[in-house]
């Protein structure tokens, strides 16, 4: 997928044994993280260094090893794919690039499905907006943006369905 592909490295995988290697597996240049393996309970501990994203063998002493990864770069918008999933959805998250934090809150929540979309956009003075994508496909529908209200908690999501989140980068 070449949607949101960066020119610097927005995280890297590693694997790490119980004897302390750490061995480059590979780079990505995509803002798009996909779920992957395992079931994360959060955004926060999807993006987390010290969440094992898969399981493989160190290449150094043969022993155990989990693939973790590490942010690079923080680039402007993060988007996390999230099919089938029951993760809880942070309305905020915080992301480590060597020395640097930075901090991301939900932009937006994309519901997709039977060719049909429908999102919940939050502007930056939390009004919540909702958007019904069949106005694409149904020319005798006028499409409208609908101020749904102000931004309390969490944006909720329809666990039958599937999501994209958008973060957008505070610093």
């Not at 043969?62 to 770069?73: D, E, I, N, P």
């Not at 999230?82 to 991301?104: A, K, Q």
Request: proline share 3%; aromatic share 10%; charged share 20%.
């Amino acid at each position: 997928m070449h949607f949101l592909r960066t020119n610097a490295v927005v995280t890297e995988k590693y694997y790490t044994c119980l004897n302390g290697h750490q061995v480059h597996h590979s780079n990505d240049y995509s803002a798009v993280l996909s779920v992957g393996v395992y079931e994360y309970e959060s955004i926060v501990q999807w993006v987390s260094t010290e969440t094992r994203h898969a399981e493989a063998r160190c290449e150094i002493c043969g022993s155990t090893a989990g693939v973790k990864q590490r942010f690079r770069h923080g680039p402007p918008l993060l988007v996390f794919s999230i099919p089938d999933s029951r993760i809880r959805i942070d309305n905020t998250f915080d992301i480590s690039t060597g020395n640097h934090c930075h901090t991301y809150i939900l932009v937006a929540v994309i519901y997709y499905g039977s060719q049909h979309f429908t999102s919940q956009l939050v502007t930056r003075d939390g009004r919540l907006w909702f958007y019904d994508g069949i106005t694409i496909a149904d020319p005798s529908i006028e499409p409208t943006l609908e101020l749904v209200g102000v931004r309390a908690t969490a944006v909720g999501r329809d666990a039958e369905r599937n999501a994209v989140l958008g973060g957008s980068k505070v610093d």
